[in-house]
């Protein structure tokens, strides 16, 4: 199970998060393809990119518009929680996923 981020899709990224995004932008490279050789050997990867979790580091200090612009950035509109984010690792790491490689 490899992580990478949200940051490595948004054109809004300032100068310093530039070794950030390209050790990501290489994760998620890995992660195209590496399961062309594990799968055959039983071994999936998956990557998961959580973006803005409603954890004390994301909220605290911030403005509720900066919170509500993360959220906005999302599909379902609000910050998830860890243990939802926690769910999709269990789900993408476990026996059930054998046929996902994201």
Do not use: H
Request: charged content about 15%; proline content about 8%.
């Amino acid at each position: 199970m490899l992580f990478t981020s949200t940051l490595c899709k948004a054109s809004t990224v300032t100068p310093n998060y530039i070794a950030y995004c390209a050790t990501k932008g290489a994760i998620e490279q890995m992660t195209r393809v590496m399961p062309k050789d594990l799968a055959r050997k039983g071994i999936m990867v998956n990557c998961a990119a959580p973006g803005p979790t409603a954890t004390d580091f994301v909220l605290s200090g911030k403005p509720q518009n900066v919170i509500d612009m993360f959220a906005g950035a999302i599909p379902q509109t609000q910050l998830g929680n860890p243990e939802e984010v926690a769910g999709t690792v269990r789900f993408l790491s476990g026996p059930e996923s054998r046929w996902v490689s994201s």
